[in-house]
T-cell receptor, first 115, second 114 residues
Framework: AQSVTQLGSHVSVSEGALVLLRCNYSSSVPPYLFWYVQYPNQGLQLLLKYTSAATLVKGINGFEAEFKKSETSFHLTKPSAHMSDAAEYFCAVSSIYNQGGKLIFGQGTELSVKP | KAGVTQTPRYLIKTRGQQVTLSCSPISGHRSVSWYQQTPGQGLQFLFEYFSETQRNKGNFPGRFSGRQFSNSRSEMNVSTLELGDSALYLC?????????????FGPGTRLTVL
């Protein structure tokens, strides 16, 4: 079985500070990993995804994530937070054994950015 | 390309009623997945359709059903609504059913059951 754990349901940073959102996954097979962002009253927007091509993945809006197999982690970072980054962030996993595009999501982390 | 569209965006129903939600995928996408999002349970997978066939199903009761049409548009139906069915229902489409393909999400339908 696969699972995703996001550490911290709420994270608050100051504008210009480093953003670090943590994601750990459990998978007995090579995973595909995703980070999505959700703004209020909207659907999910893909930030980035890992599909084994490179361990450091760069996404949109200055975000990036590093796949660390030994730590089963896929943490999301951004060097300098912007007010517009305030949203909820979801880490998700799928694998070759997840037929039909099934994504398993973490519980989400709400990011607040203080001026 | 137009994104994934869902209709209606908001819906209010009463217990015992049934409801149908609609999803139009991105042009050329053949896979459509449905998810339920609630504050308590988070995002949970309902089912996925590819070429009019249900290929995968989540752990939801039979009151939740869906279908896909030949143009890849999909509908989901919830019968005998319960208060706990109040949620944001999200539809996502991808180009095919290869694992790892990006799923693109629509804005969702907010269902409120009174």
């Amino acid at each position: 079985a696969q699972s995703v754990t996001q550490l911290g349901s709420h994270v608050s940073v100051s504008e210009g500070a480093l953003v670090l959102l943590r994601c750990n996954y459990s998978s007995s097979v090579p995973p595909y990993l995703f980070w999505y962002v959700q703004y209020p009253n909207q659907g999910l927007q893909l930030l980035l995804k890992y599909t084994s091509a490179a361990t450091l993945v760069k996404g949109i809006n200055g975000f990036e994530a590093e796949f660390k197999k030994s730590e089963t982690s896929f943490h999301l970072t951004k060097p300098s937070a912007h007010m517009s980054d305030a949203a909820e962030y979801f880490c998700a996993v799928s694998s070759i054994y997840n037929q039909g595009g099934k994504l398993i999501f973490g519980q989400g982390t709400e990011l607040s950015v203080k001026p | 390309k137009a994104g994934v569209t869902q209709t209606p965006r908001y819906l209010i129903k009463t217990r015992g009623q049934q409801v149908t939600l609609s999803c139009s995928p991105i042009s050329g996408h053949r896979s459509v997945s449905w998810y339920q999002q609630t504050p308590g349970q988070g995002l949970q997978f309902l089912f996925e359709y590819f070429s009019e066939t249900q290929r995968n199903k989540g752990n939801f009761p039979g009151r939740f059903s869906g279908r896909q049409f030949s143009n890849s548009r999909s509908e989901m139906n919830v019968s005998t609504l319960e208060l706990g069915d109040s949620a944001l229902y999200l539809c996502a489409s991808s180009s095919d059913r290869d694992i790892g393909d990006t799923q693109y999400f629509g804005p969702g339908t907010r269902l409120t059951v009174l």
